[in-house]
Structure formats: structure tokens, C-alpha cells
């Protein structure tokens, strides 16, 4: 008998996905993505010129991440005295993220900005930036392109990500914040459309895994970023 959880999925579903392109008209590339009820908008800023450690070595992207202050059930404060330890963690891996799917050479000298602000949280949040954050860069990549700025595409690859964990026993794709938060372990992949790994993020929450259920988790995420994969090239009109 499958195992339904408390949502009706099955343990190799994910939530509903969607995005929203253009959300941000003022922005070069803009996205509201969705993974379930947890929603990210996503911004892409182009910007002249690159950090100081970049220059005459190519163009530079990076990440920006807040969770807005009624994100979750209660209010948070804005961290207006800059980036908490959790927030700057979340950003490093979403640029680190972007840059694994970015020739840095041809987006010459030019840096992109790209902000992901949460406005509903329910789990996931770090992995829906990703996702959605690759859908804002690859707007920004066609207009710079589109504009003559730079002489070839410089997105290289899609880049996607998704939640996995071991939940009442049972390996699960796409946590949501209930079974996040009693999940016995619980993982952040990321990787890029043709496989290949960018990041592995994982811990034993109540109790530790063995090799064969991290395989599972393996397997369950590569499958879970190869349909987020499809359903970033139909939003981008990328089929086939």
C-alpha cells in the first residue's frame, strides 16, 4: 500500500509548482515561484561593472535573500542591520548556484543581482529561490543579450533544487514546513540539468541515516530537479 502524507501526495511527489514571469516589470528578469503554498519572488538586476576581485576576469552574479516579516504565522523584524547567519548562509548557496550555471566570461563586465524576497513560507524556501532565482538570471541573460551588451548567452545550464528527508521512516521528496520540522534527517540538493550535483546540504535531525537511505534521498532529489528542470524550460519556452 503506498504511503500517503498528511497533504495527499505520495512520498516521490512534489508539491504544485508554478512560476510566474514578468512579475517585477522594472526588473531585466523577474519570477514568482511557487512550491506549494511557500512563494518567492525573485528579481534579476543588471548592473555595470564587477567587484573589484573580478575584474578582467569576466562578469560576476550574485544573491540577495529575505523572508518578508509576515512570511510565517508570526512577525519577523527586518534585519536592517544587515544579513543574519541563517539569511547569509541561504544567499551564499543561491549565488554559488547560479554561478555553477553561468559562463562568468561571457557576461563580460556586467554583474547580476539577483534578490529573492519570501512572501509565504512553508518549507523550502532556500530551494524555491534557486529555482525560481534561475528563471529571473535567464530573463536577464536574453536581455542583455537582446540589448547587444553581450556577444553570446552566458547561462550555461538550468539550475534547480528541492528538499528530500527521511520522514516517519519513509524517504519523502519536497518538505513542507510540518514534516521539515520532524523530519529524522533531511537534505538541500542542488544540481544542474544534466545531473550533475552543485550542492549537497544534509543532517541528522533525530537520528542518523545509512548509506543506503541517502542513496534513496539521492536518487528521489535527481528526480525531483529533473521535472523542476521541464517545468522551468516550459515557463521559459524551452521545451525539448
Known amino acids: 500500500m503506498t ?9 516521490a511527489e512534489l ?9 517585477a516589470p522594472h526588473a531585466e528578469g523577474s519570477c514568482v515561484v511557487s512550491f506549494g503554498r511557500t512563494r518567492v519572488l525573485c528579481t534579476a538586476s543588471v548592473l555595470e561593472g564587477v567587484p573589484p576581485h573580478r575584474e578582467g576576469r569576466g562578469g560576476w552574479v550574485t544573491a540577495e535573500y529575505a523572508m518578508l516579516p509576515r512570511a510565517t504565522n508570526t512577525r519577523s523584524d527586518r534585519e536592517r ?24 566570461e561571457a557576461l ?26 534561475c528563471l529571473a ?12 551588451r553581450i556577444g553570446r548567452s552566458a547561462l550555461r545550464s538550468l539550475v534547480a533544487a528541492v528538499s528530500v528527508g527521511i520522514v516517519g521512516g519513509l524517504p519523502c521528496l519536497d518538505l513542507d514546513y510540518a514534516e521539515d520540522s520532524t523530519a529524522d534527517s533531511d537534505f538541500n540538493l542542488v544540481a544542474l540539468d544534466d545531473g550533475r550535483f552543485v550542492e549537497v546540504q544534509g543532517t541528522a535531525e533525530q537520528k542518523p541515516f545509512s548509506g543506503r537511505e541517502l542513496n534513496s ?9 529533473r ?3 521541464e517545468a522551468q524550460r516550459i515557463a521559459l519556452g524551452r521545451v525539448g
Open 227 to 229: 521535472a523542476l528542470n
Open 15 to 23: 508539491r504544485p509548482v508554478a512560476f510566474e514571469l514578468g512579475a
Open 108 to 133: 563580460g563586465d556586467h554583474t547580476v543581482i539577483v534578490d529573492c524576497d519570501v512572501l509565504v513560507a512553508d518549507g523550502g524556501t532556500r530551494t524555491a529561490s534557486i529555482t525560481g532565482a
Open 217 to 225: 534521498l539521492l536518487a528521489l532529489g535527481s528526480d525531483g530537479i
Open 81 to 104: 542591520r544587515g544579513a543574519r547567519g541563517r539569511t547569509q548562509e541561504i544567499q551564499r548557496l543561491i549565488g554559488r548556484s547560479l554561478r555553477a550555471a553561468t559562463d562568468l
Open 137 to 148: 538570471l535567464a530573463q536577464a541573460d536574453h536581455w542583455l543579450k537582446t540589448q547587444g
Open 3 to 11: 504511503h500517503t502524507r498528511q497533504d495527499g501526495r505520495g512520498p
